[in-house]
């Protein structure tokens, strides 16, 4: 079956600094890719997404390359602020004829950002 | 444009008694989902529906849970004789039609978190 693994949490950062957030995937057929984020208290949000091979998903200085080669999709911000701090979660929806937007989580990456 | 409407946010009950959450979609969304986020963990897919159809409900429990999406009016997920590990935060997502080798995106509701104590 589908399954998203992301790197484990929680990950601490000064702000300013630069962000990757580790998320590969195991699929057939050919997935779409998400980035949800869930700031405190508040459902999810989607922060970007890419549909096929190489597309690049962008967003609030956020981005990820769908990699089909190695399976990933890496989230990356250059300069993070403390306003960034939430779970970041990334999530695939098998795409397709007769698939519909079931979405497969990882489990989530708690991001704390301080000044 | 109003969003996915959950209701309502906090829900208090006690063991053995049911519990009824409501989701609202978008303008629009003729197809709902229902997901399950247990403390600390991703969050699960529970059930898809679409009006007055239950497409997919291979994550829900055997027993106690049901839901559904009548043709007027929001989706219900009822959990009946509710259990300590019921408590989570329980999320909504609508989405429109589908189109073949698109995935649209779904659009979540705040959740609504239920505690049983």
């Known amino acids: 079956g589908d399954s998203v693994t992301q790197m484990e949490g929680p990950v601490t950062l000064s702000e300013e600094a630069f962000l990757t957030i580790n998320c590969t995937y195991t699929?057939?057929?050919?997935?779409?890719l998400f980035w949800y984020v869930q700031y405190p208290g508040e459902g999810l949000q989607l922060l970007l997404k890419?549909?096929?091979?190489?597309d690049k998903g962008s967003n609030k200085g956020f981005e990820a390359t769908y990699r089909k080669e190695t399976t990933s999709f890496h989230l990356e911000k250059g300069s993070v602020q403390v306003s960034d701090s939430a779970v970041y979660f990334c999530?695939?929806?098998?795409?397709?004829?007769?698939?519909?937007?079931?979405?497969?989580f990882g489990q989530g990456t708690i991001l704390t950002v301080h000044p | 444009n109003a969003g996915v409407m959950q209701n309502p946010r906090h829900l208090v009950r006690r063991r053995g008694q049911e519990a009824r959450l409501r989701c609202s979609p978008m303008?629009?969304?003729?197809?709902v989902y229902w997901y399950r986020q247990l403390p600390e963990e991703g969050l699960k897919f529970m059930v898809y529906?679409?009006?007055?159809?239950?497409?997919?409900e291979s994550g829900m429990p055997k027993e106690r849970f049901s839901a559904e999406f009548p043709k007027e009016g929001p989706s219900i997920l009822r959990i009946q004789q509710v259990v300590r590990g019921d408590s989570a935060a329980y999320f909504c997502?609508?989405?429109?039609?589908?189109?073949?080798?698109?995935?649209?995106?779904?659009?979540f509701g705040q959740g609504t978190r239920l505690t049983v104590v």
């Open positions: 999530a695939l929806d098998p795409a397709g004829g007769t698939s519909y937007g079931k979405l497969t």
């Open positions: 890419a549909t096929k091979a190489d």
């Open positions: 303008k629009g969304h003729s197809h």
């Open positions: 529906l679409q009006k007055e159809n239950i497409i997919d």
């Open positions: 699929a057939t057929g050919y997935p779409s």
């Open positions: 997502a609508s989405s429109p039609l589908k189109v073949a080798g698109a995935g649209p995106e779904a659009f």
